[in-house]
């Protein structure tokens, strides 16, 4: 048994989960998210607790057990909590400001970069040089600050870029041969 996948997942209060044929939809305080389910997958909903249960030891069904608990668990807490993902701007120049609801970022090009936010993800900006990423979907969430973070990935030399806060950045030494 998937040590992950045999865990039951708490419902907190205020949270309605319910399931269709081949999806099942999380309803809480901060919104509504509706994922596709495998169709050999079993979910057991009691009064308080989801369990997954899967129908052999079938490679597939083996790695579908701990997928489909995770997403589960994870659809519970974007609604109850929500995600946020920071990001931090290093480099000379490398700026970000917030007009309205969409991002411009100075990133060294010689235009401004615009990143207009998809549905159900909202950017903060605290300082000219961090971004806050923050929405329900943890996978949206993740995509968006990947897909921002790609525009000026860190770089090893000097570590300029856009990278994940916390984030360490492998730096290599210059070139070998310079004598000083």
């Given at each position: 048994?998937?040590?992950?996948?045999r865990?039951?997942?708490d419902?907190?209060?205020?949270?309605?989960?319910?399931i269709?044929?081949?999806?099942?939809?999380?309803?809480?305080?901060?919104?509504?998210?509706?994922?596709?389910?495998?169709?050999?997958?079993?979910?057991?909903?009691?009064?308080?607790t989801?369990?997954?249960?899967?129908?052999?030891?079938?490679?597939l069904?083996?790695?579908?057990?701990?997928?489909?608990?995770?997403v589960?668990?994870?659809?519970?807490?974007?609604?109850?909590a929500?995600?946020?993902?920071?990001l931090?701007?290093?480099?000379?120049?490398?700026?970000?400001?917030?007009?309205?609801?969409?991002?411009?970022?100075?990133?060294?090009?010689?235009?401004?970069?615009?990143?207009?936010?998809a549905?159900?993800?909202?950017?903060?900006?605290?300082?000219?040089?961090?971004?806050?990423?923050?929405?329900?979907?943890k996978?949206?969430?993740g995509?968006?600050?990947?897909?921002?973070?790609?525009y000026?990935?860190?770089?090893?030399y000097?570590?300029?870029?856009?990278?994940?806060?916390?984030?360490?950045?492998?730096?290599?030494?210059?070139?070998?041969?310079?004598?000083?």
């Open positions: 048994m998937s040590r992950i996948g865990k039951p997942i419902v907190p209060a205020g949270v309605n989960v319910t269709a044929e081949q999806s099942i939809t999380v309803v809480g305080p901060k919104g509504t998210l509706t994922k596709g389910l495998h169709k050999d997958m079993k979910i057991v909903i009691d009064e308080k989801i369990s997954v249960e899967r129908p052999s030891d079938h490679k069904h083996r790695a579908l057990h701990g997928t489909t608990r995770s589960i668990a994870n659809m519970i807490q974007g609604v109850t929500g995600y946020v993902k920071n931090e701007l290093v480099g000379v120049g490398y700026r970000v400001n917030k007009t309205g609801d969409k991002l411009n970022l100075s990133l060294g090009f010689s235009h401004p970069v615009e990143v207009i936010p549905d159900g993800i909202e950017f903060e900006v605290p300082a000219n040089t961090k971004i806050s990423i923050k929405g329900i979907d996978e949206l969430v995509a968006v600050a990947a897909k921002i973070r790609s000026r990935e860190p770089e090893p000097k570590g300029k870029g856009i990278k994940y806060e916390g984030e360490r950045i492998l730096r290599k030494e210059g070139k070998a041969g310079k004598k000083k």
